[in-house]
Each structure stands twice: as structure tokens, then as C-alpha cells.
């Protein structure tokens, strides 16, 4: 069975404070990577996708190690408006265009002031 | 900002009935896909659809369901017969591009009494 784990916390983090989350994906036939985060009872919206060699956008950074099957999310200077579940998702690797996706059960964190 | 829509929001009814959840993608994308979120687990992939036919459908998707374009513009997840299980919320997503970003509508409450 092809899953994506991740810690489900919840994380208790200060505002202003970096953390970090990880998950690792058992799907060696995955294609493309990313991060969503859901909000209390509200679709997931994407974050930002994760390529092998790191991405930043902003105070997120994303890595992703194809060879661990590791994907990892860094957030620096956490803001309140930060706290919600973030989801990691990878392709179903189906091999065709309309590739599903495969979600973790998300990790909560919460942004205290 | 263009955005996914559904409709309707919420859908209560009855075991054995008959639902058709609604949604119109964006306009210029051509991926279209069904999810499914029971309470407080994952989102689930049910069904991928691409040039007027199912590409892709996960182990969820069986006779019960069935999906549809009807048109230009409206993309349908049925359920013939509905069960308590089926009881979740149900999220539309389209992709201009295979296996590229998803974006989500704000997904359709069913409860099944």
C-alpha cells in the first residue's frame, strides 16, 4: 500500500520561532511533490511544490531526498496566521497525465503568541 | 483569482439515496479529480478524469460512483446509493496540466442518515 507519513504533532512553537516538519513516502514511482496545509474544516490549498534540489518562497523551504523518500518543510519567523495542518502529498505514480494524489494525515501546529 | 466551486455546500440524506455533488473546475484547466475526507482522517483520491473519460480511479470508486462532465463547464461525482460510510466531505480539484498543482474547491459536506 503506497502511504505518506508524517508526525501528526500537534506542534507547540512560539511565534517567531523556526520549525520543522518531515514525512517520508513509501511510493518510489511518485512524481511530484508538495506541500498543502488545511485550515479547520477547509479544502487544502497548496503551500508550495518540493523539487530535489530545495526551494524557498519566502519563509517556507522545502527539500525533498528522492533517494530516502524524505520530504521535509522549514518555516522561519512563524507567524500566529501560520497555525494550521500540513499536509504532505506526493502523485500516486500512475504513470498517467490525470495523476491522483496521495495525502498524509497531516501535522497540526499551533503558533502561540 | 480564479477558483474551483461547488455546490452544495452541505448534502444531508438518506441511506440508500441517490446524491450528485457539483462542481465547476477552472475554466482553462482539464485535469479534473474527486476526493473524500471523512472526519478527522485523510483526504482520499477517488477519481481522475481526462478528455471525457475516467483516467485514474482508487479502490473507493466502485459501482456506487460514478463521475460525469455533462457540459462545458460542470464536472459531477454521483453516489447511487448512498451508505453511513459515505458520510464526508467531497473535494473537487482540476490541474491545467497532468501531474501538476491541483487546486481544491471548498468541498461538499454529506451526511448520510
Known amino acids: 500500500r503506497k502511504e505518506v507519513e508524517q508526525d501528526p504533532g500537534p506542534f507547540n512553537v512560539p511565534e517567531g520561532a523556526t520549525v520543522a516538519f518531515n514525512c517520508t513516502y513509501s511510493n518510489s514511482a511518485s512524481q511530484s511533490f508538495f506541500w498543502y496545509r488545511q485550515d479547520c474544516r477547509k479544502e487544502p490549498k497548496l503551500l508550495m511544490s518540493v523539487y530535489s534540489s530545495g526551494n524557498e518562497d519566502g519563509r517556507f523551504t522545502a527539500q525533498l531526498n528522492r533517494a530516502s523518500q524524505y520530504i521535509s518543510l522549514l518555516i522561519r519567523d512563524s507567524k500566529l496566521s501560520d497555525s494550521a495542518t500540513y499536509l504532505c502529498?506526493?502523485?500516486?505514480?500512475?504513470?498517467?497525465?490525470?495523476?491522483?494524489?496521495?495525502f498524509g494525515k497531516g501535522t497540526h501546529l499551533i503558533i502561540q503568541p | 483569482e480564479p477558483e474551483v466551486t461547488q455546490t452544495p455546500s452541505h448534502q444531508v440524506t438518506q441511506m440508500g439515496q441517490e446524491v450528485i455533488l457539483r462542481c465547476v473546475p477552472i475554466s482553462n484547466h482539464l485535469y479534473f479529480y474527486w476526493y473524500r475526507q471523512i472526519l478527522g482522517q485523510k483526504v482520499e483520491f477517488l477519481v481522475s478524469f481526462y478528455n471525457n473519460e475516467i483516467s485514474e480511479k482508487s479502490e473507493i470508486f466502485d459501482d456506487q460512483f460514478s463521475v460525469e462532465r455533462p457540459d462545458g463547464s460542470n464536472f459531477t461525482l454521483k453516489i447511487r446509493s448512498t451508505k453511513l460510510e459515505d458520510s464526508a466531505m467531497y473535494f473537487c480539484?482540476?490541474?491545467?496540466?497532468?501531474?501538476?498543482?491541483?487546486?481544491f474547491g471548498p468541498g461538499t459536506r454529506l451526511l448520510v442518515l
Open positions: 480539484a482540476s490541474s491545467p496540466v497532468g501531474g501538476e498543482t491541483q487546486y
Open positions: 502529498v506526493v502523485t500516486r505514480g500512475s504513470g498517467g497525465g490525470a495523476d491522483g494524489l496521495t
